[in-house]
């Protein structure tokens, strides 16, 4: 087996871009290993091999022991990796970006740094979330408010539907077993999308802490981008789950969020719903610097970039 300091670093154009990859792969009671550039999951059934470049994030569940092999090439495709209990999902470790440009973290730092364009993202999130809704001109208080009500209405029309008994949002942190059978199926749901989505922002290197709606957690912008799909996606799915019985509610609600995400295309949804919330401009018009170039240069004071890799300790400049 070659090892990882005999290998040069895999380039953007040699990685499976976020939208073309499987959103999560869900492993247990197994041992996780590599093989050349697979991941092998051994267990007493045999060894499956899984290509590491096709995965967006790993998720590692009760009885599993991973080599530090296996790790090493989940970080070199970009692979997000988390440990799931057996009551809900945490996310522990992240993989590279996809990127070798800045674009969009400093596209993101720039319209978190003042309030206006702060709240005018919010806004634009709120809007991809209800499309029939225009929150322009809203404060933030009227924000959550409007938000909060759609999300009773969805509760509400998704038990109708599935004819699930709801009696609220009963959620006890690090007691998955403390709500009904559909509170559980919400709670799976979305730690699963919190994973998926961290994956993502992680891979288009942007920041998971500058949050635009939540705020002082080290993911607030993931949660902030998994509650875009939350109405539209998680809820529907936790009552459907819910409706078909109260048995293993956790891992049949993970393996219907996995194959619906396949089957809708989510992760390049996601992709997309990033570059046009940061920038909305270059996202219709797809300019700017391409995932592919290694492109660095130097700032300076008028705003404009100046080539790197010159001393210009001798030169004179209009900067």
């Known amino acids: 087996m070659t090892t990882v300091g005999k290998r040069a670093a895999l380039t953007p154009r040699q990685l499976t871009r976020t939208s073309e990859r499987l959103s999560f792969v869900y492993l247990e009671r197994c041992t996780v290993h590599r093989d050349a550039n697979a991941i092998t999951a051994e267990d007493a059934d045999g060894t499956t091999h899984i290509p590491s470049a096709t995965i967006g994030t790993l998720l590692l569940g009760p009885g599993t022991r991973i080599t530090h092999q296996a790790m090493s090439v989940l970080g070199e495709t970009g692979a997000a990796v988390a440990w799931v209990g057996e009551h809900g999902v945490r996310y522990y470790a992240g993989g590279r970006a996809l990127t070798r440009s800045s674009t969009l973290v400093e ?58 008994p709801w009696r609220g949002r009963q959620f006890t942190p690090g007691d998955f077993t403390s709500g009904d059978a559909v509170n559980q199926a919400i709670t799976a749901a979305a730690q699963c999308m919190y994973g998926i989505t961290h994956a993502v922002v992680i891979a288009l290197g942007c920041s998971p802490g500058r949050g635009f709606i939540h705020s002082g957690h080290e993911l607030s912008f993931v949660l902030d981008i998994a509650d875009l799909y939350k109405t539209d996606i998680g809820i529907p799915l936790a009552f459907d789950v819910a409706a078909e019985g109260d048995e293993d509610v956790g891992p049949r609600t993970r393996r219907a969020l996995r194959d619906h995400i396949n089957q809708t295309g989510l992760l390049d949804r996601c992709v997309q719903d990033i570059k046009r919330l940061l920038l909305p401009a270059a996202a219709e018009a797809s300019s700017g610097p391409t995932d592919e170039e290694d492109r660095v240069t130097l700032q300076t004071d008028s705003g404009l970039d100046a080539a790197a890799g010159r001393n210009y300790g001798h030169e004179e400049t209009s900067w």
Do not use: I
């Open 107 to 164: 596209a993101q730092a720039t319209q978190w740094a003042n309030r206006r364009s702060r709240l005018a993202v919010a806004r634009a999130m709120y809007r991809l979330r209800f499309p029939d809704d225009d929150p322009d001109g809203l404060t933030r208080h009227e924000l959550l408010g409007r938000e909060g009500r759609r999300v009773k209405d969805c509760y509400r029309a998704q038990a109708s539907r599935t004819n699930v």
